[in-house]
């Protein structure tokens, strides 16, 4: 995997992106993109390629190009893995590839595969028979018989004998939860057997209703429908069987079958369980019972339930023999390669303690079922231990502690990282070479961990199966990732930005020393004005640092960021004195020492301002136009305010809060330039060796625009 060329139209919030990444030189290319420019997009397109999709346009539909080809051929779903900042992530395939013996695996598998089907072959027959879901049999076996451990159990019922036979009633139609309801009201538990010697009684002395054949329930139902129908208003009449006359109308109809249900009615308890017969599943249950004598054992229903099974599985004994002696002729063998499992160390235990070694979180991560899960009986069960000198230790499991408001956002990352670690080794388990895109996997992450994050693609860098397309909006890592993994050999060719217009977006290289250290080299170069404007505020902050704002050299230098009545005197040899004395800098002598600063700054604004400056992170160019910018409103607002007394920290912002009272209304397009002046330039400005990220995002164009729009202002 050398090259990879891609041509992206309309891919999410790609409008296009055309560029081809080279991997001949180094297995990782990173990308700097500030937010909102192609980060998640670029991410949302490869995760739709490694589901085997086609990226597309969520808002306007409209056509999309996706040209993905690495040496020329076009990529396929499996070479690529993309890990998203922070998002769910299943890892189920991965953990169960991570294994070392693959022989004993593979004799395991063929035992219990042997076991399991003669398993699901049992489980099939008491679905027939009981009526349950397949899914939900084995979980009910257990609960009902207060085991865990089926095996057990189905050597049990082998060694049992049936004395009921109930195998011809469905479990599903016995244990209805409507029906568990309905026995287990206090008004009908204790008069339950009662009920139905009366109601059985009742019908075998009935001349209407037939046991088995037409009950009460159905006799209701047919006079509630023989009224709905208007049967009676049409003149028709019924005879029923054992009447001398025939019925006419509603009324006697209900008469007659109330008198059929006299010994029901006429007594309170039996009358309030009849009530209490409603729901379709009981009825059925009543319709049962008719013909089952077994109302009693309703009485003891835990009792019930196991006879039920007993009586299912009797009628399955050559199945159960042979499933037990399956079972019994492999378990040692299954134990044997078990143990062996339990000595092994695996891929995911290397993760999990390399994980513990280098991330700084409040748990311990731990595997629990490391036998069972080598040999594939089980997901590995990844647990999270918390340890207090005054507690026991508590473990909790993945999905249970994500629930738990216990962890902190960049805690959570960190378990997700985990997660993601497990992926990243079941790729390259699979012998594959894979692209890893990787969106600001170290985003909210603190420093310290952010660091363990740099080791892990640092480890990932070093194999030859990965290559990584690195993306993120934080220009502190993008400047890490370049010295840890890049190096300066590598990184000129490696390292981008991006670009972004209404048309395109553009890849453009960002690993030249100037990118990535400016002051470096700008003290080195001071020679060129626009590196020695742009180091005033680097060196001011070091001035800053070692002695404070009530330093001489510093107050000289704030008169060159800001208009004092100093400004326009200090000179190139007042800016040498600081400098020899700050830092080893190299090229001011190349300068009149007599030559007044103002005028090097004005005239290399002039030449910004006319040039067409080359498309990149520009710090220089955007630190310089940013001052002029300053200088320029400032110089706007004292020609205009009344109020000109000295100002002595923050003085752009409290020179605008004079000129927005003295001219609010009558000023109101100026005063919302300023206030934009107001809004960027300190940020830009006062940046320091360690971060510029602002400034690197803010468009040169914008800075332009701006310096031009204070122009304008009379």
């Known amino acids: 995997m050398k090259n990879i060329d891609l041509e992206l139209v309309n891919c999410f919030g790609i409008n296009e992106l055309k560029h081809t990444f080279n991997f001949s030189k180094s297995n990782t290319c990173i990308v700097y ?63 169960t590839k991570l294994l070392v013996d693959e022989i004993s695996k593979a004799e395991y598998d063929s035992i219990y595969s042997d076991i399991i089907d003669q398993k699901n072959k049992l489980i099939a027959e008491l679905n027939r028979k009981s009526g349950l879901p397949k899914k939900d049999i084995e979980d009910t076996l257990l609960k009902d018989f207060n085991t865990n451990d089926v095996f057990k159990l189905f050597k049990y019922f082998l060694e049992q004998n049936s004395d009921t036979d109930y195998s011809h009633l469905k479990y599903i139609d016995l244990f209805n939860q409507d029906i568990l309801d309905f026995v287990s009201k206090p008004i009908v538990k204790d008069k339950l057997e009662e009920y139905f010697e009366t109601y059985n009684s009742l019908i075998q002395d009935s001349t209407i209703f037939k046991r088995g054949v037409f009950n009460p329930g159905r006799a209701d139902v047919v006079a509630q429908t023989l009224n709905k129908e208007n049967y009676f208003n049409a003149m028709h009449k019924i005879l029923l069987d054992g009447d001398d006359f025939p019925i006419d109308n509603d009324k006697q109809l209900n008469e007659r079958l109330l008198k059929e249900k006299k010994r029901i009615i006429e007594n309170d308890h039996l009358l309030k369980i009849e009530k209490e017969i409603k729901k379709v599943a009981v009825k059925q249950l009543r319709e049962i019972i008719e013909k089952n004598p077994i109302v009693s054992e309703y009485n003891n229903i835990t009792e019930f339930k196991k006879k039920v099974w007993l009586s299912y599985t009797f009628q399955l004994r050559f199945q159960l023999t042979e499933l037990c002696e399956t079972y019994d002729s492999g378990k040692r063998r299954l134990n044997e390669i078990e143990e062996i499992a339990k000595r092994q160390e695996t891929e995911w235990d290397k993760i999990v303690r390399k994980f513990n070694e280098r991330f700084f979180v409040p748990f311990k991560a731990t595997v629990s079922n490391k036998d069972s899960s080598i040999l594939g009986k089980a997901v590995p069960n990844i647990g999270f231990t918390f340890e207090n000198s005054a507690e026991n230790p508590i473990t909790l499991g993945g999905d249970e502690l994500s629930k738990e408001d216990i962890l902190s956002q960049g805690e959570k990352r960190a378990m997700y990282l985990l997660n993601v670690l497990f992926n990243i080794q079941a790729k ?32 990932i860098h070093t194999e030859n199966s990965f290559r990584q397309i690195i993306l993120t909006h934080n220009y502190d890592f993008f400047r890490t990732i370049q010295s840890r993994l890049l190096g300066e050999e590598h990184k000129r060719d490696c390292s981008f930005m991006t670009l972004k217009n209404d048309k395109k977006i553009e890849l453009i290289k960002a690993g030249t020393k100037v990118d990535t250290n400016p002051f470096k080299e700008w003290k080195k170069n001071l020679d060129n004005p626009l590196f020695l404007i742009a180091s005033i505020p680097f060196v001011r902050n070091l001035i800053e640092f070692k002695e404070g704002q009530s330093s001489t050299d510093f107050k000289l230098l704030t008169s060159l960021m800001h208009v004092k009545s100093d400004s326009n005197a200090i000179t190139i040899s007042q800016v040498k004195t600081i400098y020899d004395k700050t830092i080893t800098s190299v090229g001011l002598n190349s300068y009149n020492a007599m030559d007044k600063v103002n005028l090097i700054i004005n005239e290399e604004l002039k030449r910004l301002m006319n040039d067409s400056i080359p498309q990149g992170i520009n710090l220089e160019e955007k630190i310089v136009i940013s001052l002029g910018i300053r200088l320029k409103a400032e110089n706007y607002m004292l020609s205009k305010i009344t109020d000109k007394s000295e100002i002595k920290s923050n003085q752009t912002g409290k020179l605008f809060e004079r000129f927005k009272k003295e001219f609010i209304g009558i000023k109101d397009a100026e005063i919302r330039i300023l206030d934009r002046v107001n809004l960027i330039t300190p940020e830009n400005i006062h940046v320091n060796s360690f971060m510029f990220e602002p400034i690197i995002d803010l468009s040169i164009d914008h800075l332009t625009k701006l310096y031009n729009e204070l122009d304008s202002l009379s």
């Open 33 to 95: 993109a500030s937010n909102g420019v192609m980060k998640t997009s670029f991410a949302n397109t490869f995760q739709e390629l490694s589901k085997g999709n086609l990226p597309k346009d969520r808002l306007f539909n409209k056509p999309t190009k996706c040209i993905v080809k690495i040496d020329t051929f076009n990529i396929n779903p499996e070479e690529i893995l993309v890990v998203k900042s922070f998002e769910n992530i299943d890892t189920t395939g991965s953990q």
């Open 428 to 459: 390259k388990k699979d012998g594959l070479c894979t692209l890893l895109v990787i969106d600001d996997i170290a985003d909210s992450f603190d420093y310290k961990n952010k660091y363990a994050i740099i080791q892990y693609l640092m480890d």
